[in-house]
């Protein structure tokens, strides 16, 4: 899963997660459970967060299950890591990116959003604006959907785009 915050990849993984099912590993938990535990948020956290997200994948893939990765994966190099991932443990991968078209409707969503992640802090408007800025093309195929469409419809969406791909892999 990809898109900036409060998009919607979060509800989608989760709906994904459930339907599939497949263990879903999301980032902003991992993030805010090492500021918990003391590390100082100057620290690289966010890449800590991807990379303990990673390990705690790469044991449910050794498994043969499935895992959704849910994270901005706004640069090539994030996007990097979960190929790498996949292809170690030989299977396939599928990237799902979910965008708000409508920005009044996406910034309410932020602004409105408590997602009871203890000790996480959601991001500024601003701050979703400069991700938005940094954010990398995308070098290969995913999907897009918009979040302004229903959430059944999406995961139902997505469930096809995810057997279509297992099926060219």
């Not at 390990?55 to 706004?74: C, E, H, K, R, T």
């Not at 991001?123 to 604006?129: C, F, G, K, L």
Request: a neutral charge; aromatic letters at 6%; glycine letters at 8%.
């Amino acid at each position: 899963m990809a898109g900036l915050p409060a998009a919607g990849k979060s509800s989608v993984a989760s709906g994904l997660g459930r339907a599939l099912p497949a263990a879903v590993v999301a980032v902003d938990p991992l993030e805010a459970a090492m500021w918990r535990a003391g590390v100082d948020r100057g620290q690289p956290t966010g890449l800590a967060a991807y990379l303990v997200a990673e390990a705690v994948a790469d044991g449910v893939l050794a498994l043969g299950q499935s895992a959704i990765i849910d994270a901005v994966n706004a640069v090539e190099a994030a996007r990097q890591q979960w190929r790498e991932l996949a292809e170690r443990h030989r299977m396939p991968v599928a990237f799902i990116e979910v965008v708000c078209s409508d920005s009044r409707v996406h910034r309410q969503r932020l602004e409105r959003r408590s997602r009871g992640i203890v000790g996480f802090e959601e991001p500024t408007w601003e701050a979703v604006q400069q991700r938005r800025a940094e954010y990398e093309p995308w070098t290969d195929h995913r999907l897009v959907l918009d979040s302004i469409t229903g959430l059944a419809s999406n995961v139902t969406t997505a469930q096809e785009y995810l057997a279509r791909a297992a099926r060219l892999s």
